[in-house]
Structure formats: C-alpha cells, structure tokens
C-alpha cells in the first residue's frame, strides 16, 4: 500500500504532469463555459415561435442558464401567484403589469416587462409539469403600500359553468382583507362574469337571476366569505368553535385575542393602507373604535354563522342547492338566518346519535342503551324575544314554543296533554321549596337529554310554564324517537318493551314528572310505544335524593337500586355545567341564533365526546 502511494504521489508533483493536468482543466471549463454561452445566445422568442423542438426539461435548462434557477423558480411562483384570469387589458394586460411588480418585489433576477412576458409564456405553455409544483410564495412583503403587491383573490373559474364562455373582468380589482393565522392581508379582489348569461362569478360563489350559489364542493376554496370585503382562512377559523367547546370563548373574546397576538401584523397592515381609501366595512358604525386590519367581534360572528351553516348544508347534501336570495321563495332558498331557521326545525324533532365505542358502553347501563340523564333547567339562556314567542297562542298558525320545540304536531293532535298539570293527590314531596326553587325553575331553560358517555341526545328550549309538563312532553317525545326505528328494522313488540325497558332516566325532580296525572295514562303513540313511560327505570340521582323529603322518593326512585354502584352520573352533571357555560356567549344573540349556536357546539361536543371514548380516554369536562 505504502509503496503505491509513494509512486502516485511522486508522479503527481511531476513538473510536467501539473502543467499538462491545470492546461486540462482550463481547457475543459473554457468548453463548459462556451457551451453554457452558446446556450445564453439561444434567442427565447425561438422557443415561444415553435422554431426550436425542445422538451420540458431542455426548455428549462435552457432558461436556467439564461436567468438563474432563482430566477425561474420565483418566476413560477409570480405566476401562480397572480391569477391566470385576471383578463382585462388597460393600456397594457392588467396581469402583465402585476406579474412585473411581484417578480420585481422578489429581487432575483433584473429582467425587463418584455422579458418577463416571454419567459412567462414559455412557462405556462410549454412547463406543465413544473409549473404543477405547488410552493407558493413566502418571502412576499405583502404590507408594502405598493398597490399590486398583493395577495389575489380570485373565482376558481375562467369560463362560465353554464355557457362555456370565457369570462371578462368589468371592473377593477376591489380591495378586501384577508385575516390569516399570521394576522391580515391586503387583497385585491377579482370578479368575473358571463357576457352571455350575465352570470356573475365571486370568489367563493357565483349568482345569476335566480340567486347566489356555492361553488360544488371539488373546487376546493380555501376561504370563507364574511362580507364582500372580508375573509378568513379556514385554519384560522377552526379555533373559534374549538376553543368555544373548550374553553367558552365569545366572538368578542376571539377578536381580541387575534388582534393582541397579532398586534405588529395589524400595524403594518394599517401603514399599507396610508393613503388608500377605507374599506366599507371599515366605515359601519358597528366597528366604530376598530382600527384597519383588526378583527371586529362582528367579523367573527358572521364567520360562525355562514360556516356553521354551510357546513350544515353540507351534512344534509344541500350545499350546492341552497340559493342565497333577500327574500325567501322555496324551500330551499334565503339568507344564512333562513338556513339556520331551516336547520332549527330539524333539529327539533331529531335526536342527536353517536358511534357507541366499548369504553363509552362501559359508562353506560346497559348494552342496549346508554342511561340517560335529564338536565335541571336552570340554563336560562333564552333572552325575552322569546317571551313574546312563548305568549302567542299554542295551537295557531304563528310560531310559538311549541315551533322550536318540535312538539307542535304532536300537541295539536294530543291537546289535553298540557291541559292537565295536576299532579297525584297524594304527593308530598316538597323538594319545590327553599332555597333549591332556583334549581327548580321550569321558565325559560333548556332542558337536556345526556346519555352516560356524556353524549347530548337532546335538548329543547323550555317556555314559560310553571309545571313539569314542559319537561314530560319533551321527555316522552325524545324516548318515542329513540325508539320508533326499532319497528320500522323489524324488531317485535315484546323485543322493543324490553329496549325500552333497559333505560334508566335519572333526573332530580323525578318525583314530580312521575307525580303527574298525565303520566299515569298510556301514551298517544302506537303501540308498544304508548308503554314506553311506564317500561323505562325511573330514578332521582345519588347527588340530588337527599334533597328529597318524601320517604316514598327515597324507595321509590333510589338509584341504588336500579344502577350498579359502580356507575355515577358524574359525566351528565359535567356535561350540563358545560352548556351552562355556554349561556354567557349565547345571552346577547338573537334566539334563532341562540339555538343554531347550541346546536352546532353539541355537534362539536359529542364528536369529541365520541372521539375520546374511542381511543379510550375520559372527555374533559369542567368540574363545576
Ligand atoms: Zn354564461
Ligand atoms: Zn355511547
Ligand atoms: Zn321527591
């Protein structure tokens, strides 16, 4: 080894060999550099005019030795940066002077508006594969007060979706904000539309004479449209029902702490806009004492709402069918107030159901059914619009309680069933007195239906009565939708008495829903179903019995003896306290509002619920 080593190196440090090796490399370098020269002398406007028969990657080794590899990079970047249907033409094309003024910002490569042109054609017509790279832009200073160094809001179209045609920009690029996880965006905003069918094509929407759609759902669009001039990434917006079914937080609590956490980006964004003109929304008396860029409590609150509800559409395969009008004509047809009535009504005669895993079985009573747990109703929630609703006649054409209930085509059909409140004569339980009349306070609530797992199955706003019939009709219509599919899947009367059978109902004033009249007689409802009060297990739980000064609740509804003594109540407590939480941001909506804002979070609540019984982990919940 030592011997060759020697002999290599002794040849090397040969006078001659150096010479002739540096002659070589000096030879070989100069070819290299003569070929990248000949290939810098390639005229590019042979490639645009066809002369020249290259593939994609000849075209891009060639324009990398022309303008730099950044140069070509950031390139492709502009392009995709600025909207391909950006189509009007000032004095020159409206794109080619925004795609001149982004590649400028990146500082890469100093080439002229001409250049840039041809370059960019190349790329997009001949680079198919590399301009597919989806990198965008990062190093962009969107707060510069430059008026096209912005970000593109654009419809997700270039041709009409009706007539083929391609669409035409009618007025300049309007201004908007964006608010992302980084803070706000300048935008400048694009519509399109139709020549031919006067369609009119949004960004996250498009309207003709009928009204305004969603786009379908493949198109993709990472936005949510708050107003015509505000937006919100949807990574953003995620956190706003996430930390409300955690941690209860407001739309005002969310506005603020995006504009504290993102205090220097509202800076910057307020010093683009020096000498710009203020936005519309900018100007509503609502925001008065919002600085430009900042988030307002409003912007989120109609973030909430038009998501909310579009995710609603979508869950009932009515996204793309649903017309945003002014004026309601047709079931499917109105403003974000109309889908969220529309949802309401739904969601007052269904219950809602969940995916039982083991580990929420293991919580629960029975295999059949989890045990149920009835809410006290102290959550008083409803603001007094409510009140006059409640006062209207129950059985008319107007909305009452009863509407929001659900239970209207029940109690026309069944009147007598809230004509008698009385309860048995015999009933002394005056658990109703003293300091637990608070707890005990029918008016006004809602009233929960909470299975063993912490999952809600049901709820209704209570009205203002002053007996537990309220809560009786509400009890026995959610136990007759628990239970009516059975027939319908084919099971026997005798399999359905014993399903309903398995259910326990605890609740804290059991003694008085069992006490009344009503209650003793069969129910209005097919059979077996007219059973179903009488078959399920009734019982005041461990928490509340001592409350109880009757001695017949104590035998008669002690849980002691129709529950395992393993099982507590704890997660149903939990979860009340939970959406009693949530009465603090509810108590300033209007009462639709109200009920589409419960609803959504009990989604949000028991598919986490759900979640965590799968993976086998105790759902957070508050303690009190
Ligand atoms: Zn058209
Ligand atoms: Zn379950
Ligand atoms: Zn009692």
Redesign the pocket.
């Known amino acids: 080894m030592s011997n060759k080593k020697k002999k290599r190196t002794s040849s090397m440090f040969d006078f001659d060999n150096v010479k002739a090796s540096v002659q070589e490399k000096a030879c070989r370098t100069h070819h290299v550099r003569q070929v990248l020269n000949d290939l810098r002398n390639v005229n590019i406007n042979d490639i645009v005019s066809n002369d020249i028969d290259l593939g994609e990657d000849e075209i891009l080794a060639l324009m990398t030795t022309k303008i730099s590899i950044q140069a070509v990079n950031n390139l492709r970047k502009t392009l995709q940066h600025v909207p391909a249907n950006i189509t009007r033409v000032t004095e020159t094309p409206m794109r080619s002077s925004m795609i001149y003024e982004v590649f400028k910002s990146l500082r890469s490569a100093n080439l002229s508006m001409e250049e840039i042109e041809t370059y960019s054609k190349i790329l997009e017509s001949r680079c198919p594969v590399f301009m597919s790279i989806n990198d965008p832009i990062t190093d962009i200073d969107f707060s510069s007060d430059k008026d096209l160094l912005v970000k593109y809001l654009t419809p997700p179209v270039s041709v009409c979706m009706r007539c083929d045609k391609r669409l035409s920009m009618r007025n300049n690029p309007s201004r908007a904000v964006l608010f992302t996880l980084r803070g706000p965006v300048r935008c400048a905003k694009v519509t399109l539309e139709c020549r031919d069918c006067s369609t009119r094509y949004g960004v996250c929407n498009y309207t003709d004479k009928c009204g305004t759609r969603f786009y379908p759902q493949d198109f993709d669009i990472d936005l949510i449209e708050v107003s015509n001039v505000t937006y919100l990434r949807p990574d953003l917006y995620q956190w706003m029902p996430s930390l409300s079914n955690h941690c209860w937080v407001s739309f005002s609590g969310f506005a603020e702490a995006y504009n504290e956490i993102n205090e220097n980006q509202i800076k910057k964004y307020a010093q683009s806009l020096k000498d710009a003109s203020v936005l519309d929304e900018d100007m509503d008396d609502s925001n008065k004492g919002i600085l430009p860029g900042e988030m307002s409590a409003k912007v989120v609150a109609n973030a909430f709402w038009k998501r909310e509800a579009e995710l609603e559409l979508l869950s009932h395969g009515l996204r793309e069918t649903w017309i945003f009008m002014e004026k309601k004509s047709g079931p499917y047809t109105g403003t974000t107030d109309d889908i969220m009535e529309y949802i309401d009504k739904k969601r007052s005669v269904e219950q809602y159901s969940?995916d039982?895993?083991a580990h929420?079985?293991e919580?629960?009573l029975s295999e059949m059914s989890?045990q149920p747990h009835l809410s006290e109703s102290s959550f008083e929630a409803i603001n007094s619009g409510l009140d006059k609703i409640s006062q209207v006649s129950k059985i008319g054409n107007s909305p009452n309680a009863s509407t929001f209930q659900g239970t209207s085509d029940f109690l026309l059909q069944n009147p007598e069933f809230v004509e008698n409140q009385e309860v048995q004569g015999d009933m002394v339980c005056n658990k109703d007195t003293g300091g637990l009349k608070t707890l005990q306070c029918w008016s006004r609530g809602i009233f929960f239906i909470v299975?063993a797992?912490g999952?809600i199955e049901y709820w209704q706003p209570l009205y203002r009565s002053e007996s537990p019939t309220q809560a009786y009709l509400i009890t026995v219509l959610w136990l007759y939708g628990k239970f009516k599919d059975l027939k319908d899947a084919g099971y026997s009367e005798d399999e359905i008495i014993q399903a309903m059978s398995s259910v326990v109902l605890a609740y804290d004033n059991m003694c008085h829903l069992d006490g009344l009249l009503v209650s003793k007689k069969n129910l209005p409802f097919p059979k077996p179903f007219d059973q179903a009060w009488k078959c399920i297990g009734k019982v005041i739980d461990r928490l509340h019995i001592r409350n109880h000064v009757d001695p017949k609740c104590q035998l008669q509804y002690n849980a002691d003896d129709k529950v395992p003594s393993h099982f507590n109540t704890m997660a149903c407590e939990q979860t009340f306290i939970w959406a009693s939480r949530l009465k603090k941001v509810m108590c300033a909506m209007p009462h639709i509002h109200q009920f589409f804002f419960l609803h959504r979070l009990v989604k949000y609540r028991n598919a986490y619920t759900?979640k965590c019984?799968k993976q086998r982990k105790t759902p957070v919940l508050p303690k009190k």
């Open positions: 969940h039982c895993s929420c079985k919580k629960a989890s299975s797992g999952h759900e019984h």
